[in-house]
C-alpha cells in the first residue's frame, strides 16, 4: 500500500536534488550547525550558505536525516533520490485528471 505524505507546507519534490533543504529551522530536530562555510548553488545560479543540518519529521514514522536549514532558499526541497537511499522506496508520480493534479506515492519496497 502506497505511504501518502501529508505536510502543513508546500514541499517541492525534485528528483535531481542532492538533499533535503528547507528555510524554516523550526521543521528540524537534532539540529547541529554546520562547522564549516558551506555553500549550495540555487536554482537561480546565487550562492547561499547551509547553516545547520538536523532531521525532519514528516510523518509520525517517516522522519528525513541529514536535511539543510538555508534560511535564503525559497522553498522546503524534498531529494527523490535521498528518499529512496534512506528508506529503500520508490516513488510513483500520478496525475488526476478530474483535478488536474499530480501526486506522489512513496512506496517502500520489503527488507529483503
Not at 528555510?23 to 536554482?43: E, F, G, K, N, W
Not at 537561480?44 to 541529514?66: F, P, T
Not at 532558499?73 to 537511499?85: A, C, D, G, H
Request: glycine share 2%; aromatic share 10%; net charge positive.
Amino acid at each position: 500500500m502506497p505511504f501518502h505524505i501529508f505536510v502543513y507546507k508546500a514541499w517541492i519534490i525534485n528528483s535531481s536534488a542532492s538533499n533535503h533543504i528547507t528555510p524554516d529551522l523550526s521543521l528540524l530536530h537534532s539540529v547541529r550547525p554546520v562547522q564549516a562555510t558551506c555553500y549550495i548553488t540555487m536554482p537561480n545560479g546565487r550562492q547561499a550558505q547551509i547553516k545547520h543540518i538536523g532531521s525532519m519529521l514528516l510523518a509520525s514514522d517517516l522522519v528525513l536525516e541529514n536535511a539543510l536549514h538555508i534560511p535564503k532558499f525559497q522553498f522546503n526541497l524534498l531529494s527523490i533520490s535521498k528518499l529512496t537511499k534512506q528508506f529503500a522506496a520508490n516513488v510513483v508520480f500520478t496525475h488526476s485528471k478530474s483535478t488536474k493534479k499530480f501526486a506522489a506515492n512513496v512506496i517502500f519496497t520489503p527488507n529483503a
